[in-house]
């Protein structure tokens, strides 16, 4: 079986940094990391006011659709204080939130679901990205 190469990502270093300082905390003991912790190590690294406003960032929200039924939805990409659990909040500790971060309008994933099957996941829109509102300490 062969994996599709996943997209470039680019990253703001401030948002690398606050994840990094996350994943030291008890908050993500007992948590799958390896992911996230593998997309930042792959990832391109800029600084906030060098990110383009087409790029998934932390509290940022995207629009995406899912290839395989057409549906469309929309999640802002969150720290795991700020995920209150209503449905369009992903932390960015949830391995969707994590699959997010970084890519580009434009850009599709594969993304596992139960049973097996999987969806292609692709970036319509990305709306108020903090980097572009000149409010990268969000």
Known sequence: MNHPIPPPLLMSRLDVERIEALL????AE???TSALEA???RAEVVEPG???DD???MNTTARFRDE???EEHELTLVYPRDADG???KVSILAPIGSALLGLHVGDSIE????GGRTARLQVLSVRNPPEANGEAHR
Not at 111 to 114: G, I, K, N, S, V
């Open 24 to 27: 030291e905390l008890p908050i």
């Open 30 to 32: 007992g948590i799958d």
């Open 39 to 41: 997309e930042l190590e």
């Open 50 to 52: 060098q990110m383009p």
């Open 55 to 57: 790029v998934i960032t």
């Open 68 to 70: 395989t039924n057409g």
């Open 86 to 88: 209503s449905p369009d």
């Open 111 to 114: 993304w596992p679901l139960p």
